[in-house]
């Protein structure tokens, strides 16, 4: 499955779909529990990321608020 | 086996919450003592810049060690984030006036730490922002104190040196009805006696330099959000691109993003290791602090050069009831009792040798103070009357010491007044 993630082209080698968590997951996203997940421009919940499923051609943004500056 | 740190004891995680593995395996924080922190590409630095990457920039934003103090005091308040900052008034600085703008109103209590007091009285007056105080034990006060224009409930859980105490709860539910957020100052108590969760406080204050450090070796304060507020409700519209981009942590988002890089209350690395030493004790500090307070309360009770005790503690105090119910019977190492006048108070401090006379809170030592004519000394009659204090006043911290030597300590200086 490749993907769009925080700009960049990422392929996963994973036959069966992927919820938002195990994306987290697979990509070892640091500090899972404090990232805004934007999936194709939409903000997503975070109670919705079990039910969120990444399909091929998905541009996904993993933001914090934590970092550096604006 | 991994550790999950949110399922671990508060005993537990007091000593292991928030902590990662250190270099050479080392087991207390490592203090990274550095000002800024560099990245191997141009294009690392402009992902953590964009909030694409987590990673540290400068010690003013964010610090390895701070950061270890920050998740272990979220996690011991059950809250989702927390800030770490230079001293407590720059937590309250940095909270509030990430909530407030110009027009708007605090609801606070009338019995504020005096610092406080005068920064919603007259400096945060200065910037169009109003406060009202009220009595926080009177619920009712409270609730006819809220008006439209209303942005912040601002208590303490024990008023310090008045020594009330609110019924956090009850408040919590009217400024959840107001729509309101309700932020309390847990110094006194620490998470130990309650967490912020069990509280209601949408956000926890502390004073970290207190009980938490518990040495009198460090000045901190720390912001916790219990993640627990609304703030796209469209009464926050300053808040709505915080809210909309990151839900329940849009307070943190924006006080980290904004107030706290803007106005620089950071603390130094070098204190946030000893304040995340300092806590790994607390529970066993506050236990002794809490029966030497009660001990020494009851010994004051019963001298005859004592005019009043006031100590939640005690059953005839009119705050007992409401301290039982919500800090699991202990109240506390703060008491104040009354002498004779000004003069005794003075004589009796500076006869006793074991109890220093400090302005502080909180220190594993015996500390004294006469608040009217230190801490206090700024306000009038009228402040001074709504913080409870009046001049045969004597605000004791009741260390840890062995109570005994205390209470001969204070039954000497007593006696020589």
Redesign the interface.
């Known amino acids: 499955m490749n993907l769009t993630v925080?700009?960049k082209p990422a392929t996963i080698d994973r036959k069966e779909t992927l919820n938002i968590t195990a994306l987290l997951d697979e990509l070892k996203v640091?500090?899972p529990?404090?990232v805004?997940v934007e999936l194709n421009g939409e903000?997503l919940?975070?109670d919705n990321f079990e039910s969120t499923v990444v399909r091929n051609g998905d541009t996904v943004?993993?933001?914090?608020?934590?970092?550096?500056?604006? | 086996m991994t550790i999950k740190a949110r399922k671990l004891r508060f005993d537990t995680l007091l000593i292991h919450g928030g902590l990662e593995a250190g270099p050479a395996g080392a087991t207390t924080v490592p203090v990274v003592q550095s000002s800024s922190f560099a990245h191997h590409t141009a294009e690392d630095l402009e992902d953590i810049f964009r909030g694409r990457k987590v990673g540290q920039v400068y010690t003013r934003i964010g610090n390895p060690t701070t950061e270890s103090l920050e998740k272990r005091l979220a996690l011991l308040e059950g809250g989702i984030a927390a800030i770490a900052t230079a001293s407590g008034m720059a937590a309250i600085t940095t909270a509030v006036m990430t909530i407030v703008r110009s027009g708007d109103e605090i609801l606070a209590s009338s019995s504020l730490f005096g610092g406080t007091f005068s920064l919603f009285r007259d400096t945060l007056a200065n910037y169009g922002i109003r406060a009202k105080f009220v009595d926080p034990t009177d619920i009712t006060a409270v609730r006819n104190g809220i008006t439209e224009q209303t942005r912040l409930i601002f208590v303490e859980t024990i008023g310090n040196p008045k020594l009330d105490v609110p019924d956090i709860p009850a408040i919590a539910a009217a400024a959840q009805e107001a729509g309101v957020p309700l932020m309390v100052d847990a110094t006194v108590t620490t998470p130990y006696l309650a967490r912020g969760t069990e509280l209601g406080a949408d956000i926890v204050i502390h004073s970290t330099s207190k009980f938490i450090n518990g040495t009198g070796s460090a000045i901190g304060g720390a912001i916790i959000d219990m993640g627990s507020f609304d703030w796209g409700s469209g009464k926050f519209p300053h808040f709505e691109p915080f809210a909309k981009k990151y839900r329940n942590f849009a307070f943190t988002a924006r006080a980290r993003k904004l107030i706290h890089k803007d106005f620089g209350a950071c603390p130094a690395p070098m204190n946030s290791f000893l304040l995340t030493e300092g806590i790994e004790t607390l529970a066993l500090r506050m236990d002794r602090h809490c029966e030497n307070a009660m001990q020494l309360a009851r010994f004051l009770k019963g001298h005859d050069k004592v005019k009043w005790v006031n100590y939640p503690g005690l059953e005839d105090s009119p705050h007992h009831g409401v301290a039982k119910r919500l800090y699991k019977g202990k109240y506390s190492g703060l008491l104040t009792f009354g002498l004779a006048d000004k003069s005794a108070a003075f004589r009796f401090i500076n006869g006793v040798k074991l109890a220093k006379n400090l302005a502080n809170i909180g220190d594993a030592k015996t500390l004294v103070i006469h608040p009217a004519s230190t801490i206090c000394s700024d306000f009038g009659p009228e402040e001074k009357a709504l913080m409870g204090v009046t001049e045969e006043l004597v605000r004791v911290s009741v260390g840890i010491e062995d109570i005994d030597d205390i209470i001969d300590d204070f039954a000497e200086a007593l006696d020589n007044i």
Do not use: D, P, V
């Not at chain 1, 943004?61 to 604006?70: A, K, P, R, S, V």
């Open positions: 925080n700009g640091a500090q529990e404090y805004t903000i919940e975070r943004e993993f933001l914090y608020f934590m970092g550096g500056g604006n």
